[in-house]
């Protein structure tokens, strides 16, 4: 069955310090793998796709990485801001016959403090 | 740019009350999907459309139904509230050849 699964589940840090969200997966045949970020009250928005061939990409102040091997994924966030509170959705495709089918990790509620 | 525009924003329901959400997307997209989001779990699919016309059942459609009326509106039926249908439900589209998905702002769902 496939399956993604994230941590930390929740994550307290300090205006202006970094972190990182974790992301593992059991899905196959791996296609991509997004990350979003969904505010409280609001739909997920897609920050980064990660597809099999890349190891890193960056937007702003987001950095995925992606291990194929492994099947993991990491999303580190830098000098992190108020803004950065919200929860991060990871989401991997799997490519099947009848097209892609996406599965959903449960999410990192994360809090940046003053 | 609206986007992915749903309606309404909250509902409370009885049990065995019916009502249907509405969605609609102005960027020209084929597939549209509705999903629920419940605490402690992933985004569910119910139901979705890959092109007008079409509709397919998603992970779990059990006491819903869907329409497509046309290539920019997608509304999501519950026949009968139960309160196992309290959920934050939320529309998304996506255009063909690329799996970015656009979500609505999500409709509150309180079925008492």
């Known amino acids: 069955k496939n399956q993604v699964e994230q941590s930390p589940q929740s994550l307290i840090i300090l205006e202006g310090k970094n972190c990182t969200l974790q992301?593992?997966?059991?899905?196959?045949?791996?296609?991509?793998l997004r990350w979003y970020k969904q505010d409280t009250g609001r739909g997920p928005v897609s920050l980064t796709i990660?597809?099999?061939?890349?190891n890193t990409k960056s937007n702003g102040r987001y950095t995925a990485t992606l291990d194929a091997d492994t099947k993991q994924s990491s999303l580190h966030i830098t000098a992190s801001q108020l803004s950065d509170s919200a929860s991060y959705i990871c989401?991997?495709?799997?490519?099947?016959?009848?097209?892609?089918?996406?599965?959903f990790g449960t999410g990192t509620q994360l809090k940046v403090e003053l | 740019n609206a986007g992915v525009t749903q309606t309404p924003k909250f509902q409370v329901l009885k049990t065995g009350q019916s009502m249907t959400l509405q969605c609609a997307q102005d960027?020209?997209?084929?597939?549209m999907y509705w999903y629920r989001q419940d605490p402690g779990m992933g985004l569910r699919l119910i139901y979705y459309?890959?092109?007008?016309?079409?509709?397919d059942k998603g992970e779990v459609p059990n006491g819903y139904n869907v329409s497509r009326l046309n290539k920019r509106e997608f509304s999501l039926r519950l026949e009968s509230a139960a309160p196992s249908q309290t959920s934050v439900y939320f529309c998304?589209?996506?255009?063909?050849?690329?799996?970015?998905?656009?979500f609505g702002e999500g409709s509150r769902l309180t079925v008492l």
């Open positions: 990660m597809t099999f061939s890349e």
């Open positions: 992301c593992n997966y059991t899905v196959s045949p791996f296609s991509n």
């Open positions: 998304a589209s996506r255009n063909m050849g690329d799996w970015e998905l656009f």
């Open positions: 960027m020209n997209h084929n597939s």
């Open positions: 989401v991997v495709s799997a490519l099947t016959g009848g097209g892609n089918k996406l599965t």
């Open positions: 459309s890959a092109s007008e016309g079409t509709t």
